[in-house]
């Protein structure tokens, strides 16, 4: 097959379903990129270095980004997603930047926007960290799909490519599906991937009013308002009618608010209720994920390589 032009790449897209827009240069779309027209007539006048897609009301477009820059973390990550979901993993389309980072783009059904996991840091002098981020149809945002990433010093840069299929060689409606019900799983895995590989967490998950984040462990320890300090398999036992506070480093470092968490016990157990974001902290093991052992036993078996 003949090398196709960058506007025959941007024709096929089209083609196969895909609400594309082009790029310029670092991933940057032009003004007014949100309800700019895409028909074959306005692509063949585009200009830009890249092109991207947008994903707001894009038949349910869906996108893991392993925002991950050490080659084994990636590979430990993606192994462990080839043996939970065989099938999505089979199909998606796999794009990279000539670097370590991957994003993973099939298709989801959920009402969930875009999601985060925490950022988490190989040592003090490593700025950007890693973590992974969800991009659903529900986000109003773009993914860059084809073209130039970035300007190098020496050659022509790094640009966008495929392992395996590539996306203007792949109709949208080929592309797998991916559950809603386990797009938290997804972060939690890759979070206790990235704990195992002696990571650490700087920037705790973002997440919206209302949501519960099952991000608790026994050993963990927290500060209550009168200056105690205990772990949380102790807190849990002192739940009862009085009102308990505590400061919310565990998951803000920077926070100096004594009483910004609520101490209360659920369904579920022991539930730090953060007064500032609104978002209640559980028990990891009583979760929706994946059970906790197996989970643990699954990662280290991918670490040591089936020795135990």
Known sequence: MPMLSQTDVRLRMKAFGYDIIPLQ??????????????????????????????????????ALDLDVRIEALRDAIVTAY???????????????????????????????GMRQSSRWHRDAD???????????????????????????????????????????????????????????????IAEHIMAAHGLVRRMPRPGAAGQRLW????????????????????????????????????????????DRVLVTGSSTGLSLWDTKTGISHRWRHRGPAADLVELKASIKTLMTGGVS
């Not at 779309?29 to 306005?42: K, S």
């Not at 320890?221 to 505590?246: F, K, N, V, Y």
């Open 25 to 62: 240069l670092n991933k940057v779309p032009f003004f007014g990129w949100r309800t700019a027209p895409n028909n074959p007539e306005n692509i063949r006048y585009w200009r830009g270095y890249a092109t991207g897609v947008r994903l707001r009301n894009s038949m349910s477009l869906f």
């Open 82 to 112: 080839e043996q939970r979901w065989p099938a999505f993993m089979a199909g998606c389309l796999r794009r990279h930047s000539q670097a370590t980072t991957l994003m993973l783009i099939g298709r989801c059904c959920t009402a969930k």
């Open 126 to 188: 490593d700025k950007k960290g890693n973590l992974i981020e969800v991009f659903t149809s529900n986000c109003g945002r773009q993914i860059a799909v084809q073209g130039l990433h970035s300007v190098g010093q020496d050659s022509g840069g790094r640009r966008y490519g495929y392992l395996g299929r590539a996306i203007w060689d792949t109709p949208l409606d080929a592309l797998p599906w991916f559950p809603d019900a386990d797009i938290d799983d997804a972060l939690n």
């Open 215 to 258: 991000d608790l462990e026994p050993e963990m320890c927290i500060m209550l308002s009168d200056g105690t300090e205990l772990t949380l398999a102790d807190l849990e036992t002192l739940i009862g009618p009085a009102r308990l506070t505590a400061f919310a480093t565990l998951w803000d470092p920077q926070s100096s608010t004594p």
